[in-house]
Nanobody, 115 residues
């Protein structure tokens, strides 16, 4: 089992920045691919960014050039740095991690971007 705890969400004006954190209950070195997803009201959950253990990242087209995902082994934390935020980035953001072929989810953190 893996518990994932997200933090760092909040209210920000358009053009601003936030950094989300995700702390797993196990060593991040034991986890497989980690990812950030988001879900806006009335919408399906969508993939935002992924990072594999080797560090290779991938992003949704809507966030490329604005968001950066990283995994800090020393701090045992997954991050999502979000810059140039837009109102359409408003959503609940979820951390996701694979461990022995099982996918685990955090409880989510709300990000609200005002125009």
């Amino acid at each position: 089992q893996v518990q994932l705890v997200e933090s760092g969400g909040g209210l920000v004006q358009a053009g601003g920045s936030l950094r989300l954190s995700c702390a797993p209950s196990r060593s991040i070195l034991s986890l497989g691919t980690m990812a950030w997803y988001r879900q806006a009201p009335g919408e399906q959950r969508e993939l935002v960014a992924t990072v594999i253990p080797g560090g290779t990242t991938n992003y949704a087209d809507s966030v490329k050039g604005r968001f950066t995902v990283s995994r800090d082994n020393a701090k045992n934390t997954l991050y999502l740095q979000m810059n140039s935020l837009k109102p359409e980035d408003t959503a609940v953001y979820y951390c996701n991690a694979g461990y022995f072929r099982v996918t685990y989810w955090g409880q989510g953190t709300q990000v609200t971007v005002t125009s």
